[in-house]
C-alpha cells in the first residue's frame, strides 16, 4: 500500500488513514512502517497520529460502542453513560476488552441531540441513555451469547 504514496512528509495524513481504513486501527509494526517509508521517526508518527481522535490504536471489538460526547450529549451526561461502560466493560475509551467483544470510543455529535445522552451500538442509535440502559445493553449481549453456546451445545449432542 505506501507504494502508492511518495517518500514525502506531506502524505503522513493520508497514509495513516488509509493504513486505518484498511485494519480499523494503526497497529505499531504499521507507524514503523510508514515512519521508515517516509524517512522520519517512529515517535512523530506515533505523535501526529494520537494528535487526532479519528485514529484508534486497538483493533476494534466485535461489539463497537461509541459514546456520544458532544456538546447536548455532554450538557445531559454523556460522561457518565461513557464512565458506566468503561466501569462495565473493564476498559477506556480508545481499548477494547481482552476477548475482543467490546471496544469503546469517545465520538463528537453524530447528529440527533435531540436524544441525548446517545450512545451508538453496532451501528444502532440508543438515544436517552442512563446507567441502567448500559447494565441492560451489556447484559443483552451476555444473554445472545449464553444462547448462541447452549444452540451449539444441543447440536453437538444432537449430533452424537
Ligand atoms: S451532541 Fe450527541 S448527538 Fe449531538
Redesign the pocket.
Known sequence: MLKGFASDRGNLMPILQKVQERHNYLASSALEMVARHLSISACEVYGVATFYNQFRFHPPGKHQIKV?????????G?DIILENFERKLEIKAGETTKDREFSIDR????????????AIVDDTVHGHMAPSKVEGLILGFAIEEERKKREIQQGESKGQ
Open positions: 456520544c460526547l458532544g456538546t447536548a450529549c455532554h450538557v445531559k454523556g465520538v463528537a455529535c453524530v447528529g440527533c441531540c435531540a436524544l441525548a445522552p446517545v
